[in-house]
């Protein structure tokens, strides 16, 4: 399967420790994109990758939150000191080209905070 | 303000009917793309509409563009209960790289 994979599928966490996701993008997709989605939300939009460089973060995105493509293949995204407010699916994206191109999204990792 | 209003939120209906999930908006979209949804899941692409007035089918779904490129609208042909899932659209801006969501139709098709 050449789609987008994300791990964990699930994670659990107390409130006040660290978490880490994986996203591996569909080869040769040089764009990668972060959403979080919350229960009767689409997805927003976190930040997003060209190759390894970070573009663009939105300001959902604070300063607990750390995302990285540090070969300009796979992605990680950090939340560190969790909230009970980060609970949400954390969903990853991919796309060929710039700008108005499809974005092909991964499984997603269900984070809840207790 | 919702960039992108999806109507109706909520959509319970008998198998074999027809329905129609509407997007709207006051922006002009680049492109629109619609998605399926089902619980624990990503979303899955159904398909991409990029000019004004396109109609596009798939199987018994119908996608069309406004010809604005304001507003998409999704037919379903009598629905089955493997149509059941969350629908969303999604468009980029004109201008814009970030794609942005509704907060989608939640169809139920009852057997």
């Known amino acids: 399967d050449t789609g987008v994979s994300q791990d964990p599928r699930h994670k659990i966490t107390k409130r006040g420790q660290n978490v880490t996701f994986r996203c591996d993008p569909i080869s040769e997709h040089n764009r990668l994109y972060w959403y979080r989605q919350t229960l009767g939300q689409g997805p927003e939009f976190l930040t997003y990758f060209q190759n390894e460089a970070q573009l663009e973060k939105s300001r959902l995105l604070s300063d607990r939150f750390s995302a990285e493509r540090p070969k300009g293949s796979f992605s990680t995204l950090e939340i560190q000191r969790t909230e009970q407010g980060d609970s949400a699916m954390y969903l990853c994206?991919?796309?060929?080209?710039?700008?108005?191109?499809?974005?092909?999204f991964g499984p997603g990792t269900r984070l809840t905070v207790l | 303000t919702q960039l992108l209003e999806q109507s109706p939120q909520f959509l319970s209906i008998q198998e074999g009917e027809n329905l129609t999930v509407y997007c709207n908006s006051s922006s002009v979209f680049s492109s629109l793309q619609w998605y399926r949804q089902e619980p624990g899941e990503g979303p899955v692409l159904l398909v991409t509409v990029v000019t004004g007035g396109e109609v596009k089918k798939l199987k018994r779904l119908t996608f069309q563009f406004g010809d604005a490129r304001k507003d998409s609208s999704l037919h379903i042909t009598a629905a089955q209960p493997g149509d059941t899932g969350l629908y969303l659209c999604a468009g980029y801006r004109a201008g814009s790289y970030q794609l942005t969501f509704g907060k989608g139709t939640k169809l139920s098709v009852i057997p």
């Open positions: 994206a991919s796309s060929l080209r710039w700008g108005a191109d499809t974005q092909y």
